[in-house]
């Protein structure tokens, strides 16, 4: 399958996303700290638009030095994309499901020539 | 509208569309082929609260409606001294995001933006009859004001009837009683049980009224006679001490839909409800499956040595659990061999009624049940809809009826 045009790279700002098709195969590009990331747009769980929900820091717990609770806080290195059918959140520099990493959405690589983004499909 | 995210993000949102939300379930009903057999959904929802306005036209008590509309003006959020409310957010912070904007989706005009609504998500999940019940009056039963209840209860189910179940016959609904006087409820299932559109009755389970009370027995009878089933809708309650001690919600989400149901059945069981009324059947809804096994182990244990206690009973506490009908989510589908072992215990092929939840947070397709590896498809098709059809007396959906000859 030929590679899939995404987006000019200019029309594609850092902490966007898009939605992509390749054949039947729906994929999300996620543009996130530099770095350009894609996953097949389907979730593990019940086969939800995995990569269509919000973005959201992951949230930490905060103990202190005696392992009291503090409070809590949003990570600030890892994000995840969240399924908005259920919930399910997924690491976008990896796809691994954030509650059981075992668990991973089908990934694909993303390239740039010039000013284009693609999705290498297969 | 923004979605307010975190580091101080926001997601902007226009619109909202919910055959969009659905495409890839969609894609599952076309690709399992359930225009093949029929599917009930045995548990629904729509937000009562948004048509509040129109509930409050069919309210009898004069000074509870000025009392409601005086407190939505004031507010301009919600039912006011209608609802106990309560601590919570199931939409997870704005990650199941049809909480916030499900207000942006547009309906026509021709037909009530419930029954729109309904048809949108029945479609794209594959559903051909739903059985609908309400939100915020999920916990209605926790309102400290039993005349409040009551008037509440009584104009809803007046609206629903008049404005949905008798527009749309994919919609159904098991009326909601309010619970909290007997005589109130007993006077409901005779004002609406023969309507259009009604296919039985049913408690919140979150409440403090023990359900062997001698003041419920007329209506037991009175549903057992009219062939009506009775369901218990499990629901939480933060503000109960014992659920306070949890500080995350998915612990009192986990615990707390389980919990009342959970009491409201030993009550059931113990006090031979089953034996008193034979031939009523009852139903058990969103508490998922893991609690069945259980219970059915826990009583049948105790039964066998404390039977003094509970005299009525003529067989194991378990026998007369499996006589009984339960809604499949949220279905704990983390262990196959467990679930197997459960809908073995429950007898599944009978009892167990396919629902979706449609559309809370933790909602189930289908295919959650047309996927187990462990069910044939005959057993499929019953827990999906078959069940639930000669459960409720349902007719076959017209649209399938040629597809299953």
New interface residues.
């Given amino acids: 399958m030929p590679d899939v045009f995404v987006a000019k790279f200019s029309q594609f700002p850092d902490?966007d996303r898009r939605i992509v098709s390749a054949g039947t195969t729906e994929i999300g590009v996620f543009h996130w700290a530099g770095q350009f990331y894609a996953y097949e747009n389907?979730c593990l769980h019940?086969?939800?638009?995995a990569c269509e929900?919000?973005?959201?820091?992951k949230v930490e717990d905060v103990l202190g030095a005696d392992r009291t609770f503090q409070g809590q806080r949003?990570s600030k290195d890892e994000m995840h994309f969240?399924c908005?059918?259920?919930?399910y959140?997924y690491d976008v520099k990896t796809g691994e499901c954030a509650a059981d990493r075992k668990l991973k959405l089908k990934s694909f690589e993303v390239v740039r020539r010039g000013e284009d983004i693609y999705v290498v499909a297969d | 509208m923004d979605?307010p995210?975190?580091?101080f993000?926001k997601?902007e949102v226009a619109e909202f569309d919910t055959s969009k939300?659905l495409?890839?379930?969609s894609?599952?009903a076309a690709e399992r082929g359930y225009h093949r057999f029929p599917i009930v959904d045995v548990d629904s929802h729509h937000y009562e609260t948004e048509a509040i306005d129109e509930i409050l036209e069919y309210m009898d008590d004069p000074v509870i409606q000025q009392l409601a509309r005086s407190a939505r003006q004031a507010t301009a959020k919600g039912p006011g001294v209608l609802s106990p409310g309560g601590v919570g957010y199931q939409d997870?912070?704005?990650?199941?995001?049809?909480y916030s904007v499900r207000g942006l989706e547009k309906t026509p005009k021709d037909r009530h933006r419930d029954i729109h609504l309904a048809q949108r998500w029945m479609d794209a999940i594959g559903i051909d009859i739903a059985i609908m019940f309400p939100t915020p009056m999920l916990q209605l039963g926790l309102h400290p004001q039993v005349e409040v209840e009551v008037a509440l209860a009584r104009a809803y189910n007046r609206w629903l009837c008049e404005r949905v179940l008798a527009h749309e016959p994919r919609i159904r609904s098991m009326l909601y009683l309010p619970f909290n006087d007997a005589d109130a409820s007993y006077k409901m299932v005779q004002e609406f049980g023969a309507t259009k559109g009604v296919v039985g009755f049913m408690v919140t389970s979150a409440r403090y009224r023990p359900v062997h009370h001698n003041s419920y027995m007329k209506t037991y009878a009175l549903l057992e006679e009219m062939n009506l089933p009775l369901a218990f809708h499990a629901g939480y309650n933060w503000n109960d001490q014992t659920v306070g001690m949890m500080n995350k919600f998915i612990s009192v989400h986990a615990l707390g839909f389980v919990f009342y149901n959970m009491v409201h059945l030993a009550n059931w069981i113990t006090n031979g409800l089953p034996e008193r009324f034979p031939k009523l059947k009852v139903l058990w809804i969103e508490s998922g499956l893991a609690w069945v096994p259980f219970m059915m182990q826990r009583f049948d244990n105790e039964y066998m040595m404390r039977s003094s206690e509970a005299p009525a009973l003529k067989k194991l506490p378990s026998d007369y659990m499996r006589d009984m009908y339960f809604s499949t989510q949220p279905m704990e589908i983390k262990d196959l061999g467990m679930l197997e072992q459960t809908f073995r215990m429950l007898k599944a092929d009978t009892q167990l009624l396919y629902s979706s939840d449609y559309p809370h947070?933790?909602?189930?397709?289908p295919?959650?049940i047309y996927d187990l590896p462990f069910l044939d498809e005959t057993a499929k098709r019953n827990i999906l809809g078959g069940n639930a059809m000669r459960l409720f007396n349902l007719d076959m959906p017209v649209g399938k009826m040629a597809a299953a000859e």
């Fill in positions: 902490g389907l019940q086969g939800g638009p929900g919000v973005m959201m820091h949003f969240v908005p059918w259920h919930g959140e | 979605l995210l975190s580091d993000r997601m939300l495409a890839h379930a894609k599952q997870m912070g704005g990650r199941v995001m049809r947070w933790d909602f189930d397709l295919s959650t």
